[in-house]
């Protein structure tokens, strides 16, 4: 090469000796290329120092190579959960392994909103990867109408028809009640997730199905739903002590809400777990600097990420089909109860 010409797609071609539409084919991950021309092309562009031109390529692939990981949720919340800075650095590390460029969109409000679909509606990303999903949100659909791949975290329903990775939430919530009753507690409450959220209803039919299968009677009384957040932890502990103040025991559907009613049980001068124990869900780094340290629901939040990307990466590079998976929790015993 010569002067500060950039090196072209033509360039490489000639260096490896193929022609350009081989390497166009290197270029954007096809396996109709034999094992020795991709070798060739390959050595050429490290030698080259060759950059795709991505807009360009864009025009004759009909993509982006970028995706939008969306989050209805505002900056003090993405900041202040763990689940979010975990399923972003799953995604992130996956996307970066497929040099696929991730946009990180925040969704607080209705003209957000609108700004979001415009902006997704004219292609400036391949596919979307959407968190936070609510039972009535009209995104999923508007998505799948504009023919946008789209993979969820978490789902909608059972029915869900579009691509989504989860936690086995109700399991979870099974294996944390199942704890407390062997351990010989009684009265155990539970402060569960938005109902407007799969997630939540999950983790509080876990909660159910634990009592039943112990042939123990399923009090009302003793559910309070909170959203997830270290405050509304708080609100429903002490909703549910001034409920039922001989209760034993609380499943708490997050730890940030864990960590919210031990400050309450604290506050109430209720020891943790003498009088009562406290079990949440996520396993989150929280858990083990918690006073006691957490039992909790290990969820792999960084791996359902990972997984997204990667569901997301095969449905827009090679068009597989859609996919639905549930990945395993793990219950783990600290000495909060």
Do not use: C
């Amino acid at each position: 090469m010569t002067g500060n010409r950039r090196p072209t797609i033509k360039t490489v071609a000639a260096r490896a000796g193929v022609g350009r539409t081989t390497v166009s084919r290197v270029v954007n991950g096809s396996d109709l290329v034999s094992a020795d021309a991709r070798s060739r092309v390959l050595a050429a562009i490290k030698e080259l120092n060759y950059v795709p031109n991505s807009v360009a390529r864009g025009l004759v692939t009909n993509r982006t190579d970028a995706v939008a990981l969306v989050i209805p949720e505002s900056e003090s919340r993405l900041g202040s959960e763990p689940f979010f800075a975990a399923l972003i650095r799953g995604v992130s590390g996956a996307l970066a392994e497929s040099r696929i460029q991730l946009q990180l969109m925040l969704v607080r409000d209705e003209a957000e909103r609108d700004q979001l679909t415009e902006s997704l509606a004219t292609r400036r990303v391949d596919g979307v990867l959407l968190v936070s999903v609510h039972s009535e949100d009209r995104l999923p659909g508007m998505l799948e109408e504009m023919g946008l791949p789209t993979v969820l975290a978490g789902r909608r329903d059972a029915g869900e028809q579009l691509s989504y990775v989860d936690s086995d939430n109700a399991g979870g919530a099974v294996e944390a009640v199942r704890h407390l009753l062997h351990s010989g507690r009684r009265r155990i409450a539970t402060i569960t997730g938005p109902q407007d959220m799969d997630v939540g209803r999950s983790r509080l039919a876990g909660w159910r199905t634990a009592h039943q299968e112990a042939d123990t009677p399923v009090d009302e009384l003793l559910v309070e739903v909170g959203d997830f957040t270290e405050e509304s932890g708080s609100r429903a502990m002490r909703s549910l002590l001034e409920r039922v103040p001989d209760l034993d025991a609380v499943f708490a559907a997050s730890d940030l809400m864990a960590v919210g009613a031990l400050a309450e049980l604290r506050r109430r001068g209720r020891h943790v777990p003498g009088d009562v124990a406290v079990v949440g869900f996520e396993d989150s780094v929280l858990a083990r600097h918690t006073d006691p340290p957490l039992t909790t629901v290990r969820q792999p939040v960084e791996e359902l990420g990972r997984t997204m990307a990667r569901i997301l990466a095969d449905i827009t590079r090679h068009g597989a089909p859609r996919q639905q998976l549930t990945l395993p929790t793990e219950l783990v015993v600290r000495q909060s109860s």
